[in-house]
Every structure is written in structure tokens, then in C-alpha cells.
């Protein structure tokens, strides 16, 4: 245990002084929601912490790319996380980026652009059937969430959030499969999504393009977990690369696959901030 930081084993702190010892090279990929910002009943209102930019900054000045892969459209990203003012301050080389929507829309930090698919046929007629499906359901206050290339529903608000999310999300994914579409379940919410496009892939995406010769990845919940398994495949095949959990009460899943556990997005930061300073003495 180093602070807050929980290696599950010795080996877990093995694979952390791989990834510092190639630290150029190295792509860290984050998510944003109960990684980088709180998880909250408004999801509209769910700020990065107030250190994360800063971190995020000299996190990019020492790696090849950190690249923030969310569930969240690009846009929103951006907002919630100040990165374009985070853009002005990057030294000349520090590359950060954000692949929004599990990977279909993008943003970098040097050309400033957004890039978005359009939205997938069914997404429309979903849209239209939600209001019924919640009403059947006794979860019409459900606060739905509307994010271009998906729509999110959350009961965190709700009395009984979540028994309510639990008999909601057979109904939410048989509907998202009859018009095509991916059901992503998370920390009380259900996501309906453009398909073709995870975390999993946009990891490898982002490795590839950034041509990284190891990897950190950050994440939290349910929709992370193909990431993980990213991660460890590419571990498997020879690439230093470190799994880290941003833990807390509502999801456990990926603590358990975890190299190290930190708890929560305060967690996150004091992480990324050693590991800065491990790599400052290393290099």
C-alpha cells in the first residue's frame, strides 16, 4: 500500500515499474464518469475533480498520449473536464485526446476538431417506444438522458433505484436488440448505443494510432470491463501494461482484475500524480 494506492500483489507492483520504465511510450487511457469526475444524481453536473486537469497536463507532458475513453459524447467531455482550456497550457509534443461514445467520436488537443458517425437507424424509433417501456415499468420519473448516438436512462434518483434499474433492464435490452442497437449497463444507468464500437476496441485503437509501447487504463465500471480484458490481452502478448480500478461501494467488478485499487476519482489523481513523480526520478 503506497497512500491510497493498493496493489493486490507483488506482482501488480511489478507491472507498475514496467510501465514507468517505458513512460514515453506509454498511452494512458481514463474514463471519465466515477474515474475522473463523481458519480452524481445529474450527470449534467458531474465536474472532473477540481485537481484532475492539472494532473491530467503534467501526466501528458511525460507519456506518449493520454486519452480519455468514455461513454460520454466528446462534447461533453471537453466541458465537463476543461479540456480545452487544459489544451491551451500543454507543452509543445503532449498529446491528449478523447474518444467519446465508447469510441465513435473523437477530439484531440491539437487540432481542436470534433468528430462524430451519424446516428444509427433505430435509434429514433427506441426514442419513441422509451416513454411506454418506462410507463410499464413504473419508472417514468427516470431521468433519460439524451446523448446523440445513444440514450441513457438513470435511476439514481428514483426511491428504489435499484430495483428499479434491475426490472428495467431485460425490457431496455430487448428493445435495444429489436431495433438494432447495444444495451450498456452501468452504475445505475442503462445505456441504449450505436453498436459496433466498445471500450475494448477503442483501447486498441488508441494504442495503435498512438503507436504505444505500453499502456496504463483507468476505469470504474460495467462498461469498462472489455477494456480490461483489452489490457490484459495485450499484457499477454508481451506489452508492459497496468489495469487500475477506481473502486467504490456500487460496482465491484473490476476490482477483482484490478492490478491496483484506488478509491475513487480522488484515488485516481494521487495515483496518476505518483506515478509522475516515479517517472520524473526514473527518467
Avoid at 476496441?201 to 465500471?221: K, M, P, Q, S
Avoid at 473502486?247 to 475513487?264: F, H, K, N, T
Amino acid at each position: 500500500m503506497v497512500g491510497h494506492m493498493e496493489y493486490r500483489n507483488e506482482k501488480a507492483r511489478q507491472r507498475y515499474d514496467a510501465v514507468v520504465a517505458v513512460a514515453p511510450e506509454v498511452v494512458v487511457g481514463l474514463d471519465f464518469d466515477g474515474t475522473l469526475s463523481p458519480i452524481v444524481d445529474d450527470p449534467r453536473q458531474a465536474l472532473i475533480h477540481p485537481e484532475a486537469p492539472e494532473t491530467l497536463g503534467a501526466l501528458a507532458a511525460e507519456v506518449q498520449a493520454v486519452v480519455v475513453i468514455t461513454g460520454r459524447p466528446a462534447r461533453q467531455v471537453v466541458e465537463l473536464g476543461h479540456l480545452e482550456q487544459l489544451a491551451d497550457s500543454l507543452p509543445d509534443g503532449a498529446r491528449l485526446s478523447v474518444m467519446g461514445q465508447y469510441g465513435h467520436e473523437r477530439w484531440d488537443s491539437s487540432s481542436r476538431e470534433f468528430s462524430s458517425p451519424e446516428p444509427p437507424p433505430g435509434l429514433q424509433a427506441f426514442r419513441d417506444e422509451l416513454p411506454a417501456l418506462l410507463a410499464a415499468q413504473d419508472a417514468s420519473d427516470a431521468l433519460v438522458e439524451e446523448k446523440g448516438l445513444a440514450v441513457a436512462v438513470h435511476t439514481r434518483g428514483l426511491p428504489h433505484a435499484k430495483q428499479t434499474f434491475l426490472r428495467l433492464e431485460d425490457t431496455l435490452e430487448e428493445a435495444a436488440d429489436r431495433h438494432g442497437l447495444t444495451l450498456e449497463p452501468g452504475r445505475l444507468v442503462l445505456e441504449v448505443r450505436a453498436p459496433g464500437m466498445h471500450k475494448g476496441l477503442a483501447v486498441r485503437a488508441a494504442i495503435e494510432e498512438h503507436h504505444g509501447r505500453g499502456v496504463v487504463f483507468v476505469g470504474d465500471d460495467l462498461g469498462d470491463l472489455e477494456a480490461f480484458e483489452a489490457v490484459r490481452s495485450l499484457r499477454i502478448g508481451g506489452l508492459p501494461a497496468l489495469l487500475v480500478c477506481s473502486s467504490s461501494d456500487e460496482q465491484e467488478a473490476l476490482a477483482g482484475l484490478a492490478d491496483v485499487v484506488v478509491p475513487g476519482p480522488s484515488g485516481v489523481v494521487e495515483l496518476l500524480t505518483t506515478f509522475i513523480a516515479d517517472v520524473a526520478a526514473a527518467h
